[in-house]
């Protein structure tokens, strides 16, 4: 029984994988139970889990595997880490479960393998269950086929692709058993109900009976719609909407049928390849002089282009014949069977046929003109068959030009082919400008007097009417005659559209458009083009006034028309004109009558207040309050913006401002303001602001329409001052904006400008054209090259100034951008608010007409002489053009024959030709990219090294105006590669790696680099280095688009022998794969604008950027840059761009949490191997270079040579110092690179790394750091690692570090890995974590053993019996320390030891018992009294004297003291019968009078001390520690008590000797510079100096300056001496206690001065309050002999620090500072001590309420409120905190009232707060007597500000769940009879360790009798303590012991003496002081208990204590301060 339920005790993974069945089965039932709980999907619980599940799956147990697949289920369902396990998980499946015995095994098996596809894992889903295909046992194959089949039917073909299905379908259906072919014939049924006629072209090797079987099956399904029933995770919105839906058939037809597949045969064929195929000699018959020839060649080439698919090659010669056939050829017979080839070619190459299509268009339009029927018929398929390699665009400008060819047969053609094509075209594809051009070319060709081309001119227009709608269409088609209108619309009705539009589904929601009119000037974009087309289409229903300045303005000549982010934008204004009488009726619904009035009032001071008036009152209103246009045409009112009183304009403008920046500002109200503003430019008061409302107009109306207004305006005016600040405004508002604005127009302006008469205005214009010069380049210069010399070397030398910089981010209109667009410009070439047209830039020339056939024979002739001639001519034509069109004929064709010339000079010539050719046709480039590229590629393999560079610098400048994805497509590269030399691969893959590297994933063709793949692979094995070199160089950039599993599919593909050296380069770059993008909350987050930027400049294309130099500008300049530097050169600029590198070696930023966050949810890789693995060092330099980091550092880092690292640590070590900040920031990468380092092999790199860690800690711990769980983890663990080296050298800084790491990081949470260190093999590495173990126990307690000292102990047990000697002993050594600290429990916590080592741990104990080191106890002073027990008359308040203690000194001299006068002295002296200090000190006599040690009393009583006395130190005084920590309690005396003996009179100061005050300030910045030195005695010298000036009423104001930076460099030295030298073993202890008490004297003196404490501001009061509170909790300061009693003097600090500083900076900061400790996860004695004083606050606050500013402190709880809401206090171990700021919400609500709501000036959007939400709930709460009006919802807190009762008696404190269950023990114990008087004893000591807890709650649920006998229980054990103490208090003065530091006072002895009332005002003083009550009565006892050794006078001290009292103005009400306040 026992072995059967011993398994429960196991972790739940050890369950799982148990060797009893029946654990197993336990261990998944609970997990299934368990996934679904765990609500964090990337929780680190799953990541256990993932490497048992195939574990799971193949359990060899059936009832057990079944239960496992529920538990693999639910882990697939719920866990983000199960995507890993697909392939794994669902192999086991096939091979274990598919084919198991039992029905419910198969289902679930089935189950999961359908959740992994959900999960978006269906391709390694598909190809594990493929493999099962091939599986021996037919039961498997049959179930992976069903499996297969049931995933196609829920989630359709484009989830499981039937592609690999059908080439095994013919192998399944010939399969011996039968149910496999019966399951592979309803998967081929199931394939049928998705692609229908696309499977049975691919059925046709099957046998005829299967294909009858099949064809009856499918003729059954009939046409029965197919649905995908099971959804991806990502389709989930597809599932709704079909949900949504599911009820209207017609709309679930629209919009479930756009997702089903419509796949076409054409990708199930087998490609056949026909160049091979043809005959030797075609060639030559194609090009015979006989017909019969030529006849007989395309007879041959016809059948094999009949073939569906053919196999991409080189076409090039194919087509140049054909070509040449259908376009010159006489026969018309070969030119209809040469059309007919033409159409095979065409359909079976598809888009590989594209290079071709241009061509051939524009031979087939112009063959046309035939009129054999058959030749046409064929010409027509053909132009068809080349129109779907191509797209309409494309062929435009060929299709106008046959359009406008005189042959109307022509025409006719060219417009039916027209109408045809349209119908294979959607909206998306007519942007506006190509609509107008077909529009504008058919709307022409429809009044031709040819019938035949009206009529197809008409049908084309018809089914572009039916395509894009009639509202689109009637904008561009002007006025048409009704009869040919008519026709057009017939011609819609007819067309019959090849592709699905969604036109019909935009009409559905018209009418709800007009339902809601209020939503007309913010629509969603969906409303916004309907609008926009019915403005521009119906010009007539448009308001006169809007269209007709519309048409002003694009006819002006202020540069027309918006940039290319809104041209269209600019007509799109719906907001109607006001009319003056409408905008003032409207205005005075918000304004007041006198005001509107008063704006155009012809006294200045009466529209001075007006216009104020106004601008108070719309600041005042809500946005969508203000009526925008009426307020602007009231303000607009005579005399407007031309009022000549320049404060009543300078208002109205400020007030314009406003409106632009706060209300919705359209371009209806800038025309009503922008002449005047545009005129008012050049004043000289004004001019400015009118410039800044301009630009915010621009912000609200856009750039791209005030802009060219403003241009517009000024021209127009004859002042050249307003053109110039014209000209200045724009280039202001282009650097702010960015490049939005049409230059075409602009330049114009600039032409005018630099023309002009005035000087300022051709300044003006040539900084404008610099401006502009940053967006566009050298192109610019273009536009200028007509202007005379002298202007246009101003221009250039404008231009050099601008070279190498980059245009700055735009930082306006950024917000408005996006929605402002329309899907009218999203479709626009032109759209984009940064992008500039090219081809609306440059004035571009035709070259068509000089590129003649002529020349292109010339090009290709036999003679290099010609051809020579030949390229000069095409250069000079080039060269004189610059800027040319995209119609340049064969052109392209010409010149790659001439790349590939057998005279290299040549073909050197051609490279650089076709260089030139890139940039003279810009972005025109894309259209013969495969005609020309070949050539290039050609040219790379080439022998000469001179050649090939050329051939990479042409292909770049090629890549670099039109796109990576454009230049590598058509599998031009695949067909180079195949054929290619050596020199052309290795050349080709370096390019390639070099451009894919960076390039971003949509930049890039994927189809072509499939293509490449099998030659990349082909590489690695080739014979050439140098192409091995360079395709291993390009396998990592190919698998960064492709994805290594993309890229494993190809190997199939590759020979057996060569598959391992494949698959080893593809391991071996797989580590080194970016991590995927991470998601972008952080721009939503709002902060760091640059940082995105900079962020989205790293994703841009980086083609242009080596040639540019402009970094951000390159995505911009795409078009316009100068061909790119080669390989090589952008190499070595990258490289002294690395070498220049001068920034900060670390940046100080804000990424150390985002990494934190990152690592803990797995979107990165968690740093943990035990060998680092590229992919870590890879992602480690992405993170360093996103926080970046120096990139020389970075290079030295990461370099291969150990002499770089060390270079790399003594460069860090050097900044460590100077940039601490920095390496805070960094510490996790920096630490993580170190763990690097600790892999290597050198020791020098590793000792200099811990030589470095040693100061890194050092210097973090000196500076309060906390060290973060991410740093933790990742560095710890393999600094254990190093304890295990074999050199000292090592060991020992790793030793130390790890203690430096206790500073600032919890040892508990250090410990772990000390034990992880246990399981290593080294067993130095073992012995050094059990050393390591004993000394955190031995400093740190038993709080060290985690998960708990059973766990823990009993591991470090098991090292007893290790073999090696050093690991015995300190693993003996560590449970030594456990025994001095919990004494005989070590053996029950150790466990069972074996008999041997059970001796060797006693007999250790033992051994180490008698050696144990003596904690040394504080020795005894000699001189302190001795008290004595009574005489024979018993008297017990007799004490025998010694003589008093001299007078300490310290060594320096006393100024100014406050001491008490000589006179003074004197009456004391003679008052109390004592001799002065001399005569003390020369008189030993024993038996003197009694003496009262005033010195003691007044340190113990007085405010400060800083008297100077000679000879002795302060520490040599008995007690005097003690006794100096209670000096702040009490006020400032007003006379100091004068000792005895002592000479304190002040030395009178000269008024000459009065500082000045510069002086005394630069003293006092140097002294309080003093104070947070290292040194000890200069900071305590600096204190005493600074104590000085506070004991001096006079002095201490020049203080009053100087406080935040004394209290600052206070709290440096207090954090100093806390994480360093206490830290320190080294330093001696003695002089941190004099430290502290310094420094908390000087701070007790500053805040107990009124003047001085109220100065210190909230920033400085938290951070002195966190760093006190942290010494209050430092547990190291306990352990010192005087560390309890600076403990107590901090603890009244703090109090007097709340009670005395300012009152609302110092709630702020205590606000803020438990906002902070409860974010940062603080420890809960520091938050809870926070809290305390918080509560401290709280009940002050009803007094202090007129010190506070109200809206900071609700700002404050505001945050806090905002940062940790209500709602997520559920899920924290304590609300604690929550309930504090209810209580100070609760308190305030009391204090204030409902006046409360008006204080929240401070907080945005109060109104919708959860603080505002409280407080109005607070308020409407009825007030009742229990809780003081605060309501029952919080009691507790209300306890804590009751006025009278939290002054007496200590709040109820919430109890902790351990002290909650310990009381409920002990309540249990009194209940029962044996264990009642131990329970009440418990219940004794409970109450007084925990005094503010509250035991009503239990005493409440008993009877009255139980809650009696619970009372008299407890005064009974209380008696009988008191006994016990009088007992132990006789026998300590029978010893002789002192008892505290009041021992030293001694009792007069006289006749008169009356003891009683003396101890009464002592306990009285003593209790003030901040003494307990304890201790009080053992100093009282001590003090009366002895008796007097000699005989004397005896005095009474009564007197001495009511003049103590009085001078020190004690008040008897005094509020007590007890240890609950802190």
């Known amino acids: 029984m026992e072995e059967d339920t011993e398994y429960l005790k196991l972790p739940l993974e050890d369950r799982c994988i148990h060797k009893l069945w029946k654990a197993r089965l336990s261990g998944y039932e609970e997990c299934t139970k368990h996934f679904p709980k765990i609500v964090d999907e990337r929780s680190p619980e799953f990541n256990k889990f993932a490497p048992l599940m195939k574990k799971f799956v193949t359990d060899s147990n059936a009832v057990a595997q079944e239960k496992a697949l529920e538990a693999v289920l639910a882990y697939v369902e719920n866990a983000h880490v199960a995507g890993r396990t697909a392939g794994d998980v669902t192999n086991g499946i096939v091979q274990k479960c598919l084919a198991a015995p039992k029905r419910g095994t198969q289902e679930k098996a089935l189950e999961v393998i359908l959740m992994y596809c959900e999960i978006e894992k269906y391709e390694v889903v598909q190809e594990e269950l493929m493999k099962g295909f091939t599986q021996k046992n037919p039961k498997v194959v049959a179930a992976s086929v069903r499996a297969v089949t049931t995933a196609l039917r829920e989630f359709g073909p484009k989830v499981m692709n039937p592609k690999p299905l059908i080439k095994q379908m013919h192998t399944l259906l010939e399969d011996r058993d039968k149910n496999v072919r019966e399951e592979s014939k309803k998967m081929v049924i199931e394939m049928y109900r998705w692609i229908r006629q696309a499977l049975k072209p691919q059925m046709s090797s099957l046998k005829p009976v299967q294909i009858q079987e099949l064809e009856a099956e499918f003729d059954k399904l009939g046409n029965e719609k197919v649905v995908q029933t099971r959804f991806l995770r990502s389709q989930q919105d597809l599932k709704a909407k079909m949900e949504a ?86 026969n018309v017979m070969i030119v209809a069977v040469a059309a007919q080839c033409l159409t095979g070619l065409a359909k079976g190459l598809k888009k590989k046929f594209s290079p071709f299509a241009l061509s051939f268009t524009e031979t087939i339009l112009e063959k046309f003109k035939e009129k054999k029927v058959n030749v046409v018929s064929a010409l027509r398929d053909a132009i068809d068959a080349v129109f779907q390699a191509t797209n309409i665009e494309a062929i435009q400008e060929t299709v106008s030009g046959a359009l406008a060819n005189k042959n109307p047969q022509v025409k006719a053609e060219t417009a039916a082919f027209l109408s045809r094509a349209f119908c294979y075209c959607t909206p998306t594809v007519f942007n506006k400008k190509l609509l107008k051009v077909y529009i504008t070319d058919l709307v022409k060709t429809l009044n031709e007097s040819d019938p035949t081309v009206r009529d197809n001119s008409a049908m084309a227009l018809g089914v572009m009417l039916k395509v894009v709608g009639e509202k689109q269409l009637m904008v561009f088609i002007g ?125 200045w001071k009466t529209r001075l207040a007006a216009v104020e008036s106004f601008g108070n009152t719309i600041q005042t209103l809500d946005r969508s309050e203000i009526p925008c246009q009426a307020l602007v045409r009231v303000l607009a009112q005579k005399p407007g913006f031309k009022d000549n009183n320049f404060q009543v304009l300078k208002l109205r403008l400020e007030a314009l401002k406003n409106l632009a920046e706060n209300s919705d500002f359209t371009r209806r109200s800038g025309e009503v303001c922008i002449q005047d503003l545009v005129e008012k430019l050049g004043d000289p008061k004004n001019g400015s602001l009118c410039g800044e409302v301009l630009m915010t107009i621009a912000e609200a109306a856009k750039l791209q329409w005030v802009g060219p207004e403003v241009m517009t305006r000024a021209f127009e005016q004859k002042s050249p001052k307003i053109q110039e600040m014209a000209l200045k405004w724009l280039s202001d508002a282009i650097t702010d904006f960015g490049f939005v604005l049409q230059p075409k127009a602009l330049i114009g302006d600039i032409k005018k400008a630099l023309a002009h008469t005035n000087p300022g205005v051709r300044t003006a214009g040539i900084s404008l054209c610099g401006t502009i010069y940053l967006y566009m380049g050298a192109t610019l210069r273009v536009f200028f090259e007509d202007e005379k010399p002298a202007l246009l070397q101003q221009i250039d030398s404008e231009f050099e100034k601008m070279n190498g910089t980059s245009p700055p981010a735009p930082t306006r209109g950024l917000n408005r951008g996006s929605s402002t667009e329309n899907d009218d410009d999203a479709d626009d070439v032109d759209s984009g608010p940064a992008v500039i047209n090219v081809q609306d830039l440059v004035p571009r020339t035709n070259i068509s007409d000089q590129l003649t056939s002529t020349l292109f024979t010339e090009l290709a002739d036999k003679n290099w002489k010609v051809r020579n001639e030949a390229l000069q001519k095409v250069s000079n034509i080039i060269s004189e053009a610059k800027f040319i069109k995209g119609d340049i004929s064969e052109l392209p064709t010409a010149l790659c024959a001439r790349m590939m010339d057998t005279n290299k000079n040549l073909a050197l010539e051609a490279l650089r030709l076709t260089a030139s050719l890139s940039a003279a046709l810009g972005p025109n480039c894309k259209p013969h990219t495969r005609n020309i590229v070949p050539g290039m590629l050609a040219a790379l393999g080439d022998s000469k090294q001179n050649i090939r560079q050329q051939a990479l610098s042409t292909l770049n400048s090629w890549v670099e105006q039109t796109g990576l994805k454009e230049t590598v497509d058509g599998e031009v590269f695949a067909d180079a590669l195949k054929s290619g030399s050596p020199f052309l691969k290795s050349e080709l893959f370096l390019w390639m790696a070099e451009k894919l590297k960076d390039a971003p994933p949509k930049s890039v063709n994927k189809e072509e680099l499939h293509a490449c793949t099998q030659y990349l692979f082909m590489a690695l094995e080739d014979r050439n280095a140098d192409v091995r070199k360079g395709a291993n160089e390009a396998v990592l950039p190919f698998m960064i688009h492709l994805g290594y599993d993309g890229m494993v599919k190809h190997t199939n593909k590759v020979k057996p022998s060569s598959k391992n050296t494949v698959m080893q380069a593809l391991e071996k770059a797989k580590p080194n794969l970016p991590a995927k993008p991470q998601p972008k909350p952080k721009a939503a987050a709002g902060g760091g604008t640059g940082r995105g930027a900079a962020a989205a400049a790293a994703e841009r294309p980086q083609a242009s950027a080596p040639a540019a130099g402009r970094g951000a500008a390159a995505g911009v300049k795409k078009g316009l840059r100068a061909p790119s530097a080669t390989r090589t050169g952008s190499g070595s600029s990258r490289k002294d761009q690395e070498e220049v590198d001068t920034s900060p070696l670390l940046q100080v930023n804000n990424l150390k949490q985002q990494r934190a966050s990152d690592e803990q949810r797995l979107r990165v890789l968690r740093w943990d191997f035990t060998t680092p693995r590229q992919e870590f060092i890879t992602q480690l330099k992405d993170q360093m270079t996103a926080a970046g980091l120096n990139r020389q550092l970075m290079s030295n880092m990461f370099h291969q040579d150990f002499k770089f690292h060390i270079k790399a640590i003594d460069a860090l070590n050097e900044d460590l110092n100077s940039n601490l900040p920095a390496c805070i920031a960094n510490l996790d990468l920096v630490l993580k690179w170190l763990t690097i380092r600790f892999f290597d092999t050198n020791p020098s790199v590793i000792m200099k790394a811990m030589d470095y860690l040693q100061q890194v800690f050092q210097c973090v711990s ?28 090592i060991r020992g800084p790793a030793r130390n570090i790890a203690k430096l790491i206790c500073n600032i990081y919890p040892a508990s949470k250090v410990s772990p890995y000390m034990m992880d260190g246990l399981k290593a093999k080294n067993a130095r590495q073992r012995a050094e974590c059990l050393e390591a173990m004993g000394n955190l126990i031995e400093v740190y307690g038993m709080s060290v053993c985690q998960p708990s000292p059973g766990v823990a102990l009993k591991e470090i047990a098991k090292q007893i019996a290790d073999r090696d000697n050093s690991v015995r002993n300190a693993a003996l050594n560590a449970l030594v320390q456990v025994y001095f600290r919990e004494g005989e429990k070590v053996f029950k916590l150790v466990g069972n030891l074996s008999d041997k080592d059970m001796s060797l741990l006693e007999e250790r104990i033992k051994r180490a018992a008698k050696n144990r080191p003596v904690i040394k106890k504080p020795p005894v002073e000699p001189e302190v009294p001795t008290v004595r027990g009574g005489g024979a008359s018993g008297r017990a308040n007799r004490v025998i004297p010694t003589p008093a203690q001299p007078a300490p000194v310290i060594t320096r001299e006393r100024e100014g003291a406050d001491g008490a006068t000589g006179g003074e002295q004197s009456s004391l002296l003679k008052r109390f019968g004592m001799r002065n200090q001399q005569q003390q000190q020369s008189s030993a006599n024993a038996n003197a009078p009694f003496k009262i040690d005033y010195g003691l009393i007044e340190k113990l009583l007085e405010d400060n001390d800083t008297t100077e006395r000679p000879q002795y130190k302060i520490e040599e005084i008995p007690d005097m520690n003690s006794l100096l920590n209670y000096k702040p309690v009490c006020p400032t005396p007003a006379s100091r008590l004068t000792r005895p003996g002592f000479t304190a009179t002040s030395r009178p100061v000269s008024s000459g000797a009065q500082i000045d005050t510069e002086g005394a300030a630069q003293a006092i910045n140097l002294v309080i510079s003093q104070v947070a030195t290292p040194d000890a005695n200069t900071v305590i010298t600096a204190l005493s100096q600074l104590d000085e000036v506070l004991q001096s009423e006079e002095r201490s104001t020049q203080l009053a300056p100087h406080i935040d930076q004394l209290l600052i460099l206070a709290t440096l030295q207090y954090r100093l001496v806390l994480n360093t030298k206490m830290a320190n073993p080294n330093v001696n202890k003695e002089e941190c206690i004099k430290i502290y008490r310094s420094l908390t004297n000087c701070l007790m003196m500053i805040f107990n001065n009124k003047q001085l404490g109220t100065q210190a501001t909230r920033d400085v009061l938290r951070d002195v309050v966190h760093v006190l509170i942290n010494i209050l909790l430092d547990p190291r300061l306990a352990q010192l002999e005087d560390g309890p009693q600076i403990i107590r003097a901090i603890n009244v600090l703090v109090v007097r620090i709340v009670e005395k500083a300012q009152f609302t900076h110092v709630f702020s900061a205590l606000l803020k500072l438990l906002h902070e400790s409860v974010g940062s996860g603080g420890g809960c004695k520091f938050t809870e001590l926070v809290m305390k004083c918080n509560w401290k606050v709280i009940r002050i606050l009803p007094t202090r309420s007129n010190d506070l500013d109200l809206d900071q402190i609700l700002l404050d709880v505001h945050n806090f409120l905002v940062a940790y809401p209500v709602n997520t206090w559920a899920e924290r171990p304590s609300d604690t905190p929550l309930r504090t700021i209810k209580t100070v919400i609760h308190t305030l609500c009391k204090v204030y009232g409902t006046n409360i709501l008006s204080h929240f000036s401070k907080i945005e959007n109060a109104q919708g707060s959860e603080l505002h939400k409280y407080l109005t709930k607070t308020l409407k709460k009825p007030k009742t007597e229990d809780d003081g009006g605060v309501g029952d919802s919080n009691r507790l807190a209300a306890a804590q500000v009751t006025s009278d009762s939290a002054e007496s008696v200590k709040s109820p404190k919430r109890l902790s769940k351990t002290a909650h269950n310990t009381l409920s023990e002990i309540f249990r114990k009194i209940g029962s009879k044996e264990n009642t ?46 006994a016990e103490g009088k007992v132990a208090a006789s026998q300590a003065s029978e010893n002789g012991s002192n008892s505290g530091p009041l021992a030293s006072i001694q009792v007069p002895d006289t006749a008169n003496f009356n003891m009683n009332e003396l101890v009464a005002q002592f306990k009285s003083i003593a209790a003030r002081a901040g003494f307990d009550n304890t201790y009080i009565d053992t100093a009282v006892k001590d003090i009366c208990s002895a008796e007097n050794k000699g005989s004397g006078e005896r005095l009474d001290i009564s007197e001495y204590i009511k003049t103590l009292s009085s001078d020190y103005g004690i008040e008897q009400n005094k509020e007590q301060f007890s240890s609950h306040d802190q």
């Open 245 to 330: 839906q599911g009820d209207e058939e017609e709309e679930e037809d629209e919009e479930v049928e756009p997702d089903a597949p419509e796949l076409d045969p054409f990708e199930f064929m087998e490609p056949v390849d026909i160049l091979s195929k043809l005959p030797k000699d075609f060639y030559e018959k194609a090009e015979a002089t006989k017909w019969k020839d030529r006849k007989e060649a395309v007879d041959l080439l016809l059948p094999l282009t009949q073939n569906p698919k053919l196999e991409s090659g080189d076409y090039h010669d194919l087509m140049k014949v054909l070509k040449k056939i259908i376009g010159k050829d006489s």
């Open 479 to 603: 006025e048409v005659e009704n009869l040919k209108m008519q026709k057009i619309k017939e011609a819609a009705d007819k067309a019959e559209l090849k592709v699905k539009i969604s036109a019909p589904k935009a009409k559905k929601p018209a009418p709800k458009k007009e339902a809601p009119p209020p939503a007309a000037e913010p629509p969603p974009s969906t409303t916004a083009p309907p609008k926009k087309v019915i403005k521009a289409g119906v010009k007539p229903g448009a308001s006169s006034a809007g269209p007709a300045k519309g048409k002003k303005r694009l006819k002006g000549g202020g540069g027309g028309g918006g940039g290319g982010a809104g041209g269209g934008v600019l007509e799109e204004c719906t907001e109607a004109e006001l009319s003056i009488e409408d905008a003032v009726e409207k205005a005075s619904e918000v304004l007041p009558e006198d005001v509107v009035s008063g704006v155009t009032d012809a006294n």
């Open 1262 to 1289: 000196e500076e309060g750091y906390h060290l973060l769980d991410l740093e933790a983890y990742s560095f710890l663990p393999f600094l254990v690692t190093k304890f295990g080296d074999p050199k000292d050298a």
């Open 1877 to 1922: 008087k131990e329970g009440l004893i418990q219940l004794y000591e409970f109450k007084q360790k925990h005094p503010e807890a509250d035991i009503e709650p239990f005493l409440r649920k008993s009877s009255q009798f139980f809650q009696n006998y619970i009372e008299r229980g407890l005064k009974r054990v209380e008696m009988e303590r008191q």
